[in-house]
């Protein structure tokens, strides 16, 4: 049985943050490996200023590629939008059957799992992995207690792909809060000006 962490974002972009905490939890915890999905639209967030999907996998891939545990996935990118994480689980659990799946989020999207679809069932079925974030959104007490909840001691990166976004736009130098790959393919093609 393969132990998978699954780490859901937009990734617009990827950059150094995402990859630090990926990778401390796939070195520090039981998992085998992490999987990086790449989400096309999540339901609570404005689609605006959103790269393609295509583009974003791009971004992903090149920045895992030097990372063999950690993997690029478009497996939301067929399914019915706007999409939910039990969905995707349940396809997941469908298609890769020798899997052990994982929930990896920050402390903040901890706080507001109670308003995600059949938040119950994913608490009974699956572990989730909890690394820390400098946030005023506590989760409550009864969730942090849960016993598929597991806080994970990893860095704190405070890192906003709204904010590197807004300094390419602004002309900023953004080079040392991307992977080397992702900073070049973002600057050839020319994203986010």
Do not use: C
Request: avoid cysteine; aromatic fraction near 10%; charge should be positive.
């Amino acid at each position: 049985m393969k132990k998978t962490g699954l780490f859901f974002g937009s990734f617009n972009p990827i950059h150094i943050g995402h990859l630090i905490i990926a990778n401390h939890i796939v070195e520090h915890t039981a998992l085998d490996e992490i999987w990086l999905i790449v989400t096309p639209h999540n339901p609570h967030k404005q689609k605006a200023g959103l790269l393609n999907h295509w583009q974003r996998l791009t971004m992903v891939r090149l920045a895992t590629e030097n990372y063999p545990k950690l993997k690029a996935s478009n497996i939301e990118f067929d399914l019915p939008q706007p999409n939910y994480t039990v969905n995707t689980l349940a396809v997941l659990q469908e298609k890769y059957p020798s899997h052990q799946f994982v929930l990896l989020m920050g402390e903040d999207n901890l706080a507001s799992l109670h308003r995600w679809k059949n938040y119950e069932h994913i608490l009974e079925y699956y572990q989730i992995y909890v690394y820390p974030r400098l946030t005023s959104k506590k989760a409550r007490e009864i969730i942090l207690k849960h016993p598929a909840v597991h806080l994970i001691n990893a860095p704190i990166i405070e890192l906003s792909a709204t904010q590197i976004r807004q300094d390419i736009k602004a002309g900023k130098n953004v080079r040392p809060l991307l992977p080397p790959e992702v900073y070049q393919y973002i600057d050839e093609m020319n994203f986010y000006k």
